[in-house]
Structure formats: C-alpha cells, structure tokens
C-alpha cells in the first residue's frame, strides 16, 4: 500500500528549461510535504516543502505547487541546470501525536542534458 | 558544520553477527529518525525518537532491531543476528521538533552482509 507515489521514474530535460516532478498521495491526513534530492552515497537533501494550508511555496528555482483536491503535488525546476540531475523524492507526513514521519516514495532520476 | 552524522559510512558483517549503526543529531536538534532504503526503493520509516525514550517504533522489524537515544551521546540502531535481507543502506534525521519541520538526514551507513 504506497501511500506516497511517484509515477515518473525517469525523466530527461535539456539545460535551460523547465523540469517538472509529480508527485501523487492517498492519505488525507497528511498536511506537510517536502521534496528532497539525492545524489549517490549521500544522504538526502531538503530542498523545499509546503503546508497543506498553502498551494505554492516558491524558492530561487524551485516552486513547489499542491493539488489537495487531487492528492497531487509538482515540484517546477527553472531553468534546470546539469548539476540539478539526481534522483528527487517526494514525502509526506500528518501532524500526530506520535511524531511527523516522513512517508517517502519511489523517486524520480532527473537527468539534465547540456 | 555540525550536520547529522552517521557512522560507520560502510558496514560488512556476516551473517549471524551484530551491527551497530550510530547516529549523532545536528546541533540543537532533540528529535531522531531512523530509514532504511533497499536498492532502487524509496526511504521507508524504521523508528523515532527523542532523547531516552522511543516514540514511534511502528516500522521496525518486531525481531533482531532495536533503537536507542541516551541522555549522552549518539543514537545507536542495533540489528543483532543479521541475514542477507538487512543489506541496505540505513538513513539517520534528525529535527528541532516534530510539527512542520523539514528533517535533515545524514549521509546513511551502507552496511552489507556476506
């Protein structure tokens, strides 16, 4: 049962234009949503998030838009540079009285071309 | 740079032994996640804690795991009688506190069994 998907495995995008990563939930109960990237051998990087009470949080080059209605979320990358090509995860998580675990999902390999 | 640091980097023990994985929260930080993440899979949640106590173990193996944050020094995820299945890289967060925090994890410990 993935709570968290990403659709998307793989995508390939030319230096200098638009690299657009979707993400997908089905967990109602979550309200804050981050994406992070990842380079090989490392741990992952924050890279920016958004509270369910907002629909887009925006940072240098990335914006992060959400779709409640949808369970959707996109992270928009402009203008994609080559040292941006690492694999990005979205995750999710509820504000509970347990804690704020991340639930992740399978990640998507951007590959920018010069 | 006080970020979250995660040792040993890499791990070999045979099947049978014991891994000790240790984990050392970014500065200021009270709030411990752990992850694990196979190949080609996305992070899943294992345990969280904050100092001397656990507070959400619900992804942890019910055998062979446990986890630990002392009043000093780091946290420490134990895997006692490791089998093949454990190979995997194990991923440490840490965040100030758990409402609408972005975690920051460390650079993980690879651990690989023979």
């Known amino acids: 049962d993935q709570q968290v998907k990403q659709n998307s495995p793989s995508l390939s995008v030319q230096e200098g234009r638009i690299s657009i990563l979707n993400c997908d939930y089905t967990?109602?109960?979550?309200?804050?949503f981050l994406w992070y990237k990842k380079y090989p051998a490392e741990g992952p990087t924050f890279l920016i998030s958004?509270?369910?009470?907002?629909d887009k949080n925006e940072d240098g080059r990335f914006t992060v838009f959400l779709n409640k209605s949808a369970k959707h979320l996109s992270l928009h990358i402009v203008p994609s540079q080559p040292g941006d090509s690492a694999v990005y995860f979205c995750?999710?998580?509820?504000?509970?009285?347990?804690?704020?675990?991340?639930?992740f999902g399978g990640g998507t390999r951007l590959m920018v071309k010069p | 740079n006080a970020g979250v640091m995660q040792n040993p980097r890499h791990l070999v023990r045979r099947r049978g032994q014991e891994a000790r994985l240790r984990c050392s929260p970014m500065k200021g930080h009270s709030h411990v996640y752990w992850y694990r993440q196979l190949p080609e899979e996305g992070l899943k949640f294992m345990v969280y804690?904050?100092?001397?106590?656990?507070?959400?173990e619900s992804g942890m193996p019910k055998e062979r795991f446990s986890a630990e944050f002392p009043k000093e020094g780091p946290s420490i995820l134990r895997i006692q009688q490791v089998v093949r299945g454990d190979s995997a890289a194990y991923f440490c967060?840490?965040?100030?506190?758990?409402?609408?925090?972005?975690?920051?994890f460390g650079d993980g410990t690879r651990l690989s069994i023979l």
């Open positions: 967990n109602s109960m979550f309200d804050y």
């Open positions: 995750a999710a998580s509820s504000n509970n009285n347990a804690g704020n675990m991340l639930t």
């Open positions: 967060a840490s965040s100030p506190k758990f409402v609408h925090q972005p975690q920051h």
């Open positions: 804690l904050q100092k001397e106590n656990i507070i959400d």
């Open positions: 958004i509270s369910s009470i907002k």
